[in-house]
């Protein structure tokens, strides 16, 4: 299993681009979430999704958007990017079945100019 | 709103030393608890996960506890090394299966 991947690595945007941050799991996971960490502090999330067709907000949603039209991937749209939105992003995923363990993507890099 | 608060944010210690860092919350009506390690510029790693009907869990130098009822966890690390030196991360995952974290901890761990 590849487990959770994300790309790209890096990328660098100017101020009201807009992009997709692509994430994909191989393990059949249901739950599938974004977060977002800044300098000095923890992870937020951003959106999450509990199945394909279903998603929902979480604590920084705004300036964000994702959908879930199959198991496997979990896109983050970014509408217009602003400076604000200069971060590292987490994918995860993870299975209630299970004891609900998250296991996170490699991360992108975001910086926004 | 379920909070998540580390103790303490940096942590430097010689090599061999026990020690213990901390994760408190606010709601005690958590699913699970999870720590994490992760190394500059790289994604997390899962510890330990513990059960909000467990009380510890063990992986080799490492122990968490978790006391549901105080609002409180503890990662154990025994007999640290250079190769410990990392930021850990505490989450908490709330009954709608979202997970909150903790600012971390830094630690250094010096040979």
């Known amino acids: 299993n590849a487990g959770v991947t994300q790309t790209p690595k890096f990328q660098v945007l100017k101020t009201g681009q807009s992009m997709t941050l692509q994430c994909a799991q191989d393990m059949n996971h249901e739950y599938m979430s974004w977060y977002r960490q800044d300098p000095g502090m923890g992870l937020r999330l951003i959106h999450y999704s509990v199945g394909a067709g279903i998603t929902d907000q979480g604590e920084v949603p705004n300036g964000y958007n994702v959908s879930r039209s199959t198991t496997e991937d979990f896109p983050l749209r970014l509408l217009s990017a602003a400076p604000s939105q200069t971060s590292v992003y987490f994918c995860?995923?993870?299975?209630?079945?299970?004891?609900?363990?998250?296991?996170f993507g490699p991360g992108t890099r975001l910086t926004v100019l | 709103k379920q909070e998540v608060t580390q103790i303490p944010a940096a942590l430097s210690v010689p090599e061999g030393e026990n020690l213990v860092l901390n994760c408190s919350f606010t709601d005690s009506a958590i699913y699970n608890l999870q720590w994490f390690r992760q190394d500059p510029g790289k994604g997390l790693t899962s510890l330990l996960l513990?059960?909000?009907?467990?009380r510890e869990q063990t992986s080799g130098r490492l122990n968490a506890s978790l006391d549901k009822s105080s609002g409180r966890s503890t990662l154990y690390i025994a007999a640290s090394q250079p190769g410990d030196s990392a930021t850990y991360l505490c989450?908490?995952?709330?009954?709608?299966?979202?997970?909150?974290f903790g600012s971390g901890t830094r630690l250094l761990v010096r040979p």
């Open positions: 513990i059960q909000s009907s467990q």
């Open positions: 995860a995923s993870s299975t209630p079945s299970g004891d609900n363990e998250q296991f």
């Open positions: 989450a908490v995952m709330d009954s709608s299966y979202k997970l909150i």
